[in-house]
């Protein structure tokens, strides 16, 4: 209870502060000037000889309606082998430009020809003029990957293959209190179906593990309602301007909504973005920490805080997903982004992050475990300011490629 009110409380200050200094609702945010700047859509009308169809009103710029971002691409997936992957980014306006956030959608199907696939579906809906958002994450996947068990020092070689089948559905909707601070609640359903581990000397998780729930039955459901808490001065998540971000989500599962076992989470989600200058060009020092907490016993393993399973699955640059595992978990990023070429159409990242979770005796954060590397932007849609990101990681005893539409935060 101690650490809810703390963390509520370093959520809730920005919002507090701002509330403060205003005295309106008024959120006049400065629309990205794209004058100058290249994309890869634009060099192919260049090299195609495709035009825009000129606009009756000679005065008036026409302006598109949805920014579409489409990347067809071949990439490991969880579990071993290879899978054809089409992501899929659509941004949009629900409102005035000038005072509502770019609301986006992105789809990110994948299937491999021997039976592993994916269906996912998020979503990032804002109303004119902020006042609502509308978050989504809608999922189901087939969904082979290996654990490694508890604790933050793991043996590399000592895991075992989990298959099942995986259904998420979150949605949330969150009221504009202040210009940027929100408050709502929500729903999340985390459903695993078919739990089979596939291990020579192993039945299941639960004799790899030694933990007791959600390792011994074939299905594992939880369900429960959520409390929202957010503060964003962002106004483009597919690629942050200056600012910040504070995200806090309180979940309450109970069997009355179906859940196998009554438990509580906190994930408190912390992003600051830095810009050294006052050009259009990327400059900037970028900031992300989460803390991801169990608050009750009887927390299902697969359902437990592990590395590359926050909300947007981007966490963990350098770590294979699942290989750090507790019933907390505490992480640090940063990341400096530059753009190459005066355009905009040419960019590189460096960064850094860390991992820490919890013991499963003491509970303790004992040990750190941290991830390097560096990658390539290249400007895919200048109007939703959609960059394709292509980085490489490197942490103990592993390293491999991450290829995505949009920055990892």
Same mark, same amino acid.
């Given at each position: 209870?101690?650490r809810?009110?703390?963390?509520?409380?370093?959520?809730?200050?920005?919002?507090?502060?701002?509330?403060?200094?205003?005295n309106s609702?008024?959120?006049?945010?400065?629309?990205?000037?794209?004058?100058?700047?290249?994309?890869?859509?634009?060099l192919?009308?260049?090299?195609?000889?495709?035009?825009?169809?000129?606009?009756?009103?000679?005065?008036?710029?026409?302006?598109?309606?949805?920014?579409?971002?489409?990347?067809?691409?071949?990439?490991?997936?969880?579990?071993?082998g290879?899978?054809?992957?089409?992501?899929?980014?659509?941004?949009?306006?629900?409102?005035?430009?000038?005072?509502?956030?770019?609301?986006?959608?992105?789809?990110?199907p994948?299937?491999n020809?021997?039976?592993?696939?994916?269906?996912?579906?998020?979503?990032?809906?804002?109303?004119? %003029?902020? @006042?609502?958002?509308?978050? *989504?994450? !809608?999922?189901? =996947?087939? /969904?082979?990957?290996?654990?490694?068990? $508890?604790?933050?020092?793991?043996?590399?070689?000592?895991?075992?293959?989990v298959?099942?089948?995986?259904?998420?559905?979150?949605?949330?909707?969150?009221?504009?209190?202040?210009?940027?601070?929100?408050?709502?609640?929500?729903?999340?359903?985390?459903?695993?179906?078919?739990?089979?581990?596939?291990?020579?000397?192993?039945?299941?998780i639960?004799?790899?593990?030694?933990?007791?729930?959600?390792?011994? %039955?074939? @299905?594992?459901?939880?369900? *429960?309602? !959520?409390?929202? =808490?957010? /503060?964003?001065?962002?106004?483009?998540? $597919?690629?942050?301007?200056?600012?910040?971000?504070?995200?806090?989500v309180?979940?309450?599962?109970?069997?009355?909504?179906?859940?196998?076992?009554?438990?509580q989470?906190?994930?408190?989600?912390?992003?600051?973005?830095?810009?050294?200058?006052k050009?259009?060009?990327?400059?900037?020092?970028?900031?992300?920490?989460?803390?991801?907490?169990?608050?009750?016993?009887?927390?299902?393993?697969?359902d437990?805080?592990?590395?590359?399973?926050?909300?947007?699955?981007?966490?963990?640059?350098?770590?294979?997903?699942?290989?750090?595992?507790?019933?907390?978990?505490?992480?640090?990023?940063?990341?400096?982004?530059?753009?190459?070429?005066?355009?905009?159409?040419?960019?590189?990242?460096?960064?850094?992050?860390?991992?820490?979770?919890?013991?499963?005796?003491?509970?303790?954060?004992?040990?750190?475990?941290?991830?390097?590397?560096?990658?390539?932007?290249?400007?895919?849609?200048?109007?939703?300011?959609?960059?394709?990101?292509?980085?490489?990681?490197?942490?103990?005893?592993?390293?491999?490629?991450?290829?995505?539409?949009?920055?990892?935060?």
């Amino acid at each position: 209870m101690k650490r809810l009110v703390l963390w509520l409380f370093l959520i809730l200050l920005p919002g507090l502060l701002f509330a403060q200094s205003s005295n309106s609702f008024g959120m006049v945010k400065k629309e990205v000037d794209t004058v100058g700047q290249k994309d890869i859509i634009g060099l192919f009308k260049d090299v195609f000889n495709i035009r825009n169809a000129p606009s009756t009103n000679m005065d008036v710029k026409p302006k598109k309606n949805i920014y579409f971002s489409i990347l067809p691409i071949s990439s490991a997936v969880p579990g071993g082998g290879r899978a054809l992957i089409t992501s899929t980014t659509a941004g949009f306006y629900m409102g005035d430009r000038q005072t509502t956030n770019i609301s986006t959608v992105t789809f990110t199907p994948y299937f491999n020809f021997t039976g592993r696939f994916g269906l996912p579906l998020r979503s990032n809906i804002w109303s004119n %003029n902020n @006042n609502w958002f509308i978050q *989504g994450d !809608t999922r189901f =996947l087939v /969904y082979p990957q290996h654990t490694w068990g $508890l604790g933050g020092n793991t043996n590399q070689n000592h895991k075992i293959n989990v298959d099942y089948k995986y259904i998420r559905f979150y949605q949330s909707a969150l009221k504009r209190i202040t210009p940027y601070f929100f408050a709502g609640v929500g729903y999340n359903l985390d459903y695993h179906v078919e739990i089979n581990a596939q291990h020579e000397n192993f039945q299941n998780i639960q004799q790899f593990t030694g933990y007791q729930y959600g390792t011994s %039955n074939a @299905n594992s459901l939880s369900s *429960g309602v !959520t409390l929202n =808490l957010l /503060y964003d001065t962002r106004n483009n998540s $597919l690629n942050p301007l200056p600012g910040c971000y504070s995200n806090l989500v309180y979940r309450y599962n109970t069997p009355v909504l179906g859940s196998n076992a009554s438990w509580q989470s906190l994930y408190v989600d912390v992003r600051k973005y830095i810009h050294f200058t006052k050009t259009r060009q990327q400059n900037m020092l970028a900031l992300w920490t989460y803390y991801w907490t169990t608050l009750d016993k009887g927390v299902p393993y697969l359902d437990l805080p592990s590395i590359g399973w926050d909300f947007y699955n981007r966490s963990g640059r350098g770590i294979q997903q699942n290989r750090y595992r507790g019933q907390s978990l505490a992480y640090m990023e940063a990341e400096y982004r530059r753009d190459i070429l005066p355009s905009g159409l040419l960019g590189f990242v460096v960064f850094a992050n860390s991992t820490s979770v919890s013991e499963r005796n003491t509970h303790q954060f004992k040990y750190i475990n941290p991830a390097v590397g560096g990658g390539m932007r290249i400007k895919f849609n200048k109007g939703s300011n959609t960059n394709i990101a292509l980085d490489y990681g490197i942490s103990k005893g592993y390293s491999g490629f991450v290829l995505a539409l949009g920055e990892a935060f």
